[in-house]
């Protein structure tokens, strides 16, 4: 069966009709899922922190103390050294939004065999080379130590851009969050409390704070150290406007200073930091720009340009 140009048009149409509609409602879909999982987070966060509390008072009076000869020990100087380490890791999946508790474990294990599989990878293609073109041993040898290389490094790259996206997002909505925070506690409403309107009222337009503010609400209900939850806050959050607001709670509790004058000079500094970040971004466009205009702009300007004069000189070339 032939299909005529009418329908072959038809069928394409609908097709980008079907991929528009598909394209706008997606990212509404996406963002309730996200929406309903930083809410199961929060909640999963205050059963865990119920539990620990019960486990806590339950075995209260009951933790035994390492002696002097232990701590003096190689084992528990190499067993010290991996908690710091894992901690450090764990701190660093928490900064890129990944909370699952096996998910260290699961990076270790991709630190070892992505380098494999990339030189596994590796061997096969210089396997498919043929002969005249072969590699010569120092550089088959050089490529192979670059794919275990980039397999050791791919997995601390792609954290470390997931924990850029995410401060991203929170540095550019955490000062209107700031500001419904003053007007919540200027009103008379608890820290807590306001945070977890807050958390509930951003949770549209920017899930992750959403979901960072809904746990930190639950852990200043449930700990009774607001202060650590401030750390524990901060430390998730890793740097920036978040990580700022925490320690500008600390102080202010320590220091017996206002609440909200606190938050008030933090919400301008905020926008402060904001907007230099945004002056910043509009001053490294120019140049930016300078490699796109010369390889794209320029030549179609030129051949707009001169196109009808060489066309001209070229005509009377060969009437002549």
Known sequence: MELDNETIITLLASIAAAATVVGIAFPYLQNSDKKEKSIAIIEKRRKDLYQQTRDASRNRGQEASLSAKDSMSSFFRVQQLAGKMGEKLREKLLQAGIRNPKAPLRFMIARVVLPVLFVVLGMLFLSKIPEEKQFSDGMASIILLTAALAGFKLPDILIKNMIQK???????????????????????????????????????????????????????????????????????????????????????????????????????????????????????????????????????????????????????????
């Open 166 to 320: 995410r401060q991203q997002e929170l540095n550019l909505s955490f000062p209107d969050s700031l500001d419904m925070m003053l007007i919540c506690v200027q009103g008379g409403i608890g820290l807590e409390q306001t945070i977890e309107r807050v958390a509930t009222e951003v949770a549209e337009h920017s899930p992750i704070l959403a979901e960072e503010l809904g746990i930190l609400s639950a852990e200043m209900a449930m700990l009774n150290d607001r202060r650590q939850a401030l750390q524990d806050f901060a430390r998730r959050v890793g740097s920036g406007a978040g990580k700022s607001f925490a320690t500008a709670l600390i102080q202010a509790e320590q220091y017996g200073t206002s609440i909200s004058q606190a938050m008030r000079v933090m919400s301008e500094e905020l926008r402060d930091m904001r907007m230099a970040e945004a002056e910043r971004k509009a001053a490294a466009l120019p140049p930016k720009l300078t490699v796109p205009m010369i390889l794209f702009f320029l030549p179609a300007l030129f051949i707009i340009i001169l196109g009808p004069a060489g066309i001209k000189a070229a005509a009377a070339g060969v009437g002549g």
